[in-house]
């Protein structure tokens, strides 16, 4: 499974543009990227997965670079619910579909 | 769609006890993965269930134990409690690979917090 590596921590402002960034250097051909979402006390909950160059949903956007070694989670305006732990996974199409954590990154959005 | 859904939400346990934890999938999905978190650590994975056999198991001691019935439902068991299993239990359902789309994600529960003292 290719690991991941992401800041543990950010800080930003009401109504900034957040861009968090992940590397995935051994990231396999047949490997998607997938990002996820997780408050205090809950389960972690899906933000977005893309393949390659850049995919956009209603919450965020993802940038993913020609030779796919590292990804970028954009989120636009954030606002203070968006403080939250963000996971950046590398995840095989193929075979066993088992989504592996690391520590993620600590948002925390301020007034 | 009630989305994955596990009981209980708290449990409270003596050390050398003995505790069962349950999910239910989301709607569709068959296959159901079960994660340990700790505070301040990402969910680890223990192992996951598909067509009721443990098809994956990751770095846990045989203490845990899990089954999943034909209805995809699965229950975690873990035997002889340690102080340091107080964590959250997170279930995740999916569908397994061969049936499933590209975009298709795992689905989290709400997770159930052990408290082992």
């Known amino acids: 499974l290719a690991k991941t590596t992401q800041p543990i921590s950010m800080d930003s402002y009401e109504g900034q543009e957040v861009n968090i960034t992940c590397s995935h250097n051994?990231?396999?051909?047949?490997?998607?990227i997938t990002w996820y979402q997780q408050f205090p006390s809950q389960g972690p909950r899906f933000i977005i997965q893309?393949?390659?160059t850049k995919v956009t949903n209603e919450v965020a956007s993802l940038f993913i670079p020609a030779d796919r070694k590292s990804s970028t989670l954009s989120l636009p305006r954030v606002s203070l619910s968006d403080t939250a732990v963000y996971y950046c996974?590398?995840?095989?199409?193929?075979?066993?579909?088992?989504?592996?954590f690391g520590r993620g990154t600590s948002l925390i959005v301020h007034p | 769609d009630a989305g994955v859904t596990q009981s209980p939400t708290h449990l409270i346990k003596t050390r050398g006890q003995q505790v069962t934890l349950r999910c239910s999938p989301k709607?569709?999905?068959?296959?159901v993965s079960w994660y340990q978190q700790a505070l301040g650590q990402g969910p680890q994975f223990i192992f996951q269930?598909?067509?009721?056999?443990?098809?994956q198991r990751g770095n846990f001691p045989d203490r845990f134990s899990g089954h999943q019935f034909p209805n995809y439902s699965s229950e975690l068991n873990v035997n002889a409690l340690l102080l340091g299993d107080s964590a959250l239990y997170l279930c995740a359902s999916s569908l397994e690979p061969g049936h499933r789309q590209h975009d298709t994600e795992a689905f989290f529960g709400q997770g159930t917090r052990l408290t082992v003292v």
């Open positions: 051994n990231i396999a051909t047949n490997d998607y």
């Open positions: 269930y598909y067509e009721e056999e443990e098809r």
């Open positions: 709607s569709g999905h068959d296959t």
């Open positions: 996974l590398v995840e095989g199409e193929g075979g066993s579909y088992i989504p592996t």
């Open positions: 893309g393949y390659k």
